[in-house]
């Protein structure tokens, strides 16, 4: 999509403040405590077969446009009549074709050379809502701009169908542009790098190249509003307990008055008994957790439909959480694997949200096979003790 209009071109002044700064993925902006962290897979290795491929590989790639084939017919055309005929017209008119073909590439190569992309992914996105993904482009090349560069984000195992398009990038200086994307379903969304193209200067070849830029960003689960059940005089079932000082409403102890303190917590029935301001602590109020548990071991009599169920079930469960934390609860999601999460106000519905984005189906284990019951060989019996031999007994010695 043409993003010509929202780019922003800034020159830099040197070369450290040009220079755009790395990005970090989207891992290393999770706050410390936020659930259980998944561990990236290993990249794979390459073998001789692709290395040598890669190698072979030319650093640009060709194609030609619809105007381009016809230009190519014509140039091919007035060269054979240049060749039937001997006509000199016609190899004039050959050799300034065949000039333009070459100016041509020398432009478009000229203009993709030097060029840096870089990808800023959102904090979060979830399904169903649209986010912004920017891209910058920065030239490198102290005195040549580049023209008509068009940059498409590739990623892992999805056909490439964002763009943004830069009409011209100054010399030593950036441009931003962004792009809007829908997420349609949940999990680790893999971008794998850029293809950049240019058709500069006459539209009639496009050249591009691909250039490696890894990152990810987890796609939380879709969460719909919930309307959760009244408590009970503002608390649920099972009552509270308080501990530690806080914000609640019952009294946790008194204390002298201190500079900072609000005013409306003076206790003033002590407070007329003595010379100094008594203030009342109140108490922090707790509560249980909402325990959700998800079932994510897929049976084996269980077929298609176990799919769009499991998809089903974590919705809920994504938004009964946000719902709960709104409220103010505390909540733990637990799966039949064994994995728990726990998220509240303080730290918010990250973590689960996260968890959840994550969260696979295991299969149901194997039950062990049960074995023949064998039984045991009969032992031979244990052999007959020898016959005690009797014996004399012996006269007492006397000791004297």
């Not at 000199?88 to 060029?115: K, P």
Request: with cysteine; hydrophobic share 35%.
């Amino acid at each position: 999509m043409g993003a010509e209009g929202g780019a922003q071109d800034r020159r830099a002044g040197t070369a450290q403040a040009g220079t755009p700064s790395p990005l970090r993925p989207a891992e290393a902006r999770r706050a410390p405590g936020h659930g259980p962290r998944r561990e990236l897979p290993p990249t794979p290795q390459r073998t001789l077969a692709q290395r040598l491929l890669r190698a072979l590989r030319p650093p640009r790639k060709l194609k030609f446009t619809r105007e381009g084939k016809y230009y190519l017919g014509i140039t091919l055309g007035v060269g054979f009549a240049a060749i039937n005929t001997g006509n000199n017209l016609l190899y004039l008119l050959l050799g300034m074709l065949l000039s333009l073909i070459v100016v041509s590439g020398v432009m478009s190569d000229l203009s993709l050379r030097h060029l840096t992309v870089t990808r800023r992914l959102p904090a979060r996105a979830q399904v169903g809502r649209p986010h912004l993904v920017e891209i910058e482009v920065y030239n490198h090349k102290g005195r040549i701009p580049s023209y008509a560069i068009e940059v498409e984000d590739l990623r892992a195992g999805q056909p490439a169908d964002k763009r943004c398009f830069f009409l011209k990038i100054s010399p030593a200086s950036a441009q931003v542009a962004a792009y809007r994307r829908t997420p349609g379903r949940r999990g680790r969304d893999r971008h794998t790098g850029f293809r950049i193209a240019t058709r500069f200067p006459f539209g009639l070849f496009e050249k591009s190249r691909e250039v490696e830029a890894e990152g990810d960003l987890i796609i939380y689960p879709a969460v719909d509003p919930v309307r959760l059940p009244a408590e009970d005089s503002g608390r649920r079932e099972g009552g509270t307990s308080l501990s530690g000082r806080g914000s609640g409403d019952e009294t946790y102890g008194l204390r002298p008055m201190r500079d900072g303190d609000d005013p409306r917590d003076i206790y003033w029935k002590k407070s007329t008994m003595r010379d100094q301001l008594v203030l009342r602590e109140r108490a922090r109020e707790t509560r249980p957790d909402v325990q959700i548990l998800i079932d994510n071991v897929r049976m084996k009599e269980a077929g298609e439909a176990f799919a769009p169920s499991f998809e089903k079930r974590i919705r809920e469960v994504a938004s009964r959480s946000v719902a709960h934390i709104k409220r103010g609860d505390g909540v733990v999601v637990a799966t039949t694997s064994g994995d728990r999460v726990r998220g509240d106000k303080s730290i918010g519905s990250d973590p689960i949200l996260r968890f959840l984005a994550l969260l696979d189906a295991v299969d149901e284990p194997a039950a062990p096979v049960a074995q023949p019951d064998r039984l045991p060989r009969p032992s031979a019996p244990p052999a007959a003790p020898p016959p005690a031999v009797p014996t004399a007994p012996r006269a007492a010695r006397s000791v004297s």
